[in-house]
């Protein structure tokens, strides 16, 4: 018992150092849309928006994405941003920019602006790149990189209040930044994502992970939301459908372990995350222990990367987790 105990607190410990290196990529963030088949605000702030158009869902970043044909699609969300803020997304571009002096004249992608001069801003594709506009007076800034690749670009501005800076970045690094005024930027009580909605400029591509901020991040925080993990190939899946994932008991290697059933209690825990989390289908116990049992699968039920491919497909899983145990905490 005593082991076990030793092994449920590295296992915490590992999982609290993850969750710790995004504890203040949480901070002050008033909206967060993720675009998983839906328009749900998952920072818990209730501000979920509405789409219009025949806006669409397709490959994301990470997931799905929110897809825009040019033409008439756009999301509609409460504006919970004025004085200090961050916009954060992930873009892909399908076409090139419309081409202009001022950032209301490029495709829209964030923007909550008002006719004439006003307290307002927007966060357009202009001219091939990101372009960051705020009202009172009216001013742009442009980055110096083409952010019309047909690739997953991460742009990010951020406006602090007090001095009137804004500035604009690609990837999580600056390009460009500009002084301009301090009034709180509160003109528009909406945000439009995907599109200048005023003058009829839409963007063509896709879009994932925005992310909303009361607050200016610092250069660390930009950067690591640029590189927050390395996506993996994800295999295909229907639209408004979720992954399947089977999690299969894990191997144990040494006899203490093996006596604490280790093997199995991991992966219970994941398999309690995973159906906690609500993104993802899990495979039924019964059902894997059958096809298991049927492929006569190693000692014990365990799973190799050998085996994995044919027994995803026999369980139609989009994905398996499992691994190893060991109990490295014995007394000897």
């Known amino acids: ?29 008033v909206a967060y849309y993720p675009f998983e088949g839906n328009m749900r605000d998952a920072s818990g702030n209730g501000n979920s928006g509405a789409a219009y158009g025949d806006l669409g869902y397709g490959p994301g970043r ?19 941003i004025g004085a200090d803020f961050s916009i954060a997304a992930w873009v892909k571009t399908q076409a090139k920019s419309l081409r202009g002096e001022h950032c209301y004249e490029g495709n829209g992608l964030v923007w909550s602006d008002v ?12 001219n091939d790149r990101l372009c960051m506009f705020t009202g009172a007076p009216d001013r742009s800034v442009v980055s110096a990189s083409s952010v019309v690749t047909g ?15 804004v500035a604009v970045y690609v990837n999580g690094k ?33 879009v994932d992970e925005v992310r909303l901020y ?12 640029a590189t927050l993990s390395v996506p993996v190939a994800s295999p295909d899946v229907a639209e408004g459908e979720k992954l399947q994932i089977a999690v299969v008991e894990f191997q144990t290697l040494d006899t203490e372990a093996e006596q604490q059933q280790l093997g199995r209690m991991v992966a219970e825990m994941f398999t309690t995350e995973v159906v906690n989390s609500r993104a993802f289908r899990i ?3 019964e059902q894997l222990q059958k096809v298991i049992e049927e492929l006569e699968v190693g000692q014990s039920g365990i799973i190799d990367t050998t085996e994995a491919q044919e027994v995803g497909k ?6 398996i987790i499992t691994g190893a145990v060991a109990d490295r905490c014995a007394d000897h």
């Open 62 to 80: 990470y997931g799905q994405a929110a897809c825009f044909d040019g033409r008439d699609d756009y999301v509609n969300v409460r504006r919970t």
């Open 1 to 29: 018992m005593k082991n076990a105990v030793v092994l449920g607190w590295l296992t915490w410990l590992i999982l609290g150092a993850a969750i710790s290196a995004q504890a203040d990529l949480n901070e002050g963030l």
């Open 314 to 319: 026999m369980l139609g899983a989009d994905a």
């Open 174 to 206: 600056r390009e460009n930044a500009m002084v301009n005024g301090t009034a709180r930027l509160e003109a528009n009580p909406s945000i439009h994502i995907g599109a200048n909605t005023l003058d009829g400029r839409f963007f063509a591509g896709c």
């Open 214 to 225: 009361e607050r200016v991040l610092s250069a660390g925080e930009i950067a690591e939301l």
């Open 151 to 165: 690739e997953w670009v991460h742009l990010l501005v951020t406006r602090e209040q007090q001095s009137g800076r």
């Open 115 to 126: 006719w004439g001069e006003g307290r307002d801003f927007i966060v357009a594709v202009l």
């Open 283 to 285: 495979v039924e116990r």
